[in-house]
Structures are given as structure tokens and as C-alpha cells.
């Protein structure tokens, strides 16, 4: 009788350790980020991530341009909407896969005058859709900050014949904090 109510407690014991370790883990969801090169280019791009478990994680992209001296895409601002795949030992972190969709405006086609040298566009900024992939890696410290590298490309899906590219491009050089 006297075992009974020794095993008892010592199984609560066992459970209450184990509870206490997967609370001690840093676990955090969400993010944000800014990318650092985008400034340099004369444009300014922000993210913020949320991350599901240790394998994956939704996140939204705002890109805009307040230079247009110094930009030289076409691309006026985008949307990115992403869903990653991390292949880390750690908590969402580490090599990624991604796949995008991106809502943006870009300049219309581009048309050069050959007896003045000059260029003008033809009709307004166009609306369009991408659907792409992308790749990358993450690095997280003890205390939150973020480094994280991406390149991804993806296909103009409805209004490509009125500009002078079929394709998007997402480059990243990010860093953040992750809460």
C-alpha cells in the first residue's frame, strides 16, 4: 500500500520536470525585420514574420520606393506574402525554401526616342500578380536579433505584356529581432 503512494507522487514529479523543460525553451513567434540594402538602392522594405512551429512560418512583405533617382527597378512597391519550410536543428532557423506571392506595381512599358535620346512610359504603373520561389538561410541569437540572407524569383502571371520584364526578383540581406 505504501508503494502506491510513493509512485503516485514520483509520476507528478516526472510530469512537472517535463513540463518545465519545454517551457525553458525560447520560443518566440513573431518577428520583424528590415532589409538593408533596399535604403541603398533608394527603397525601403519591411517584414514582419510569424512563426507556427520549428519547421515553418507565414510572413508579409512591404517594399516601396521613395527615390526614384536612385532606384533602378521598374518595381514602385510590392506585397509579399511567403510561406517557409526551415530545415535548421534550431526553432525556425536556419537553411529555408519559400514560396511567394507578391501584389505589385510597376512602371509600364518603357519607350525611346531616337531622335532626342529621350525615354518616356507608356500609360500608367501596372497591377500585377507573382507567384515564385526563393531560398535562404536564418540566424537567431540567444537574445532575439535576426541575420538572414534570401534570393527568390518568381513570373508575372497577368499583365506582363505591358511592361518591359515577365519576371520579380526578391533579394534580402535582413536583420530584426525576433519577441
Known amino acids: 500500500m505504501k508503494k502506491k503512494y510513493l509512485i503516485i507522487p514520483m509520476l507528478f514529479s516526472i510530469c512537472a ?27 525601403l ?20 520606393v521613395f527615390d526614384n533617382d536612385k532606384s533602378e527597378e521598374d518595381l514602385n512597391y510590392s ?18 525554401a519559400e514560396g511567394f506571392g507578391m501584389l505589385s506595381s510597376i512602371d509600364g512599358k518603357k519607350i525611346y526616342d531616337i531622335n532626342d535620346n529621350s525615354k518616356f512610359t507608356e500609360g500608367s504603373d501596372v497591377i500585377d500578380f507573382s507567384l515564385g520561389l526563393g531560398l535562404g538561410s536564418k540566424w537567431v541569437t540567444k ?36 519577441f
Open 45 to 64: 522594405e519591411g517584414t514582419y514574420e510569424r512563426n507556427l512551429n520549428k519547421k515553418s512560418s507565414l510572413g508579409i512583405s512591404v517594399f516601396t
Open 79 to 96: 506585397i509579399s506574402q511567403y510561406y517557409r519550410r526551415y530545415f535548421g536543428k534550431k526553432f525556425a532557423s536556419g537553411f529555408f
Open 17 to 43: 520536470v517535463n513540463a518545465q523543460n519545454d517551457n525553458s525553451t525560447n520560443e518566440k513567434k513573431n518577428e520583424v525585420k528590415l532589409n538593408v540594402l533596399s535604403p541603398i538602392t533608394g527603397a
Open 143 to 178: 537574445s532575439g536579433f535576426i541575420f538572414e540572407v534570401n534570393a527568390g524569383w518568381g513570373k508575372l502571371l497577368f499583365n506582363a505584356e505591358k511592361t518591359d520584364h515577365t519576371q520579380v526578383l526578391r533579394l534580402g540581406f535582413n536583420l530584426g529581432y525576433r
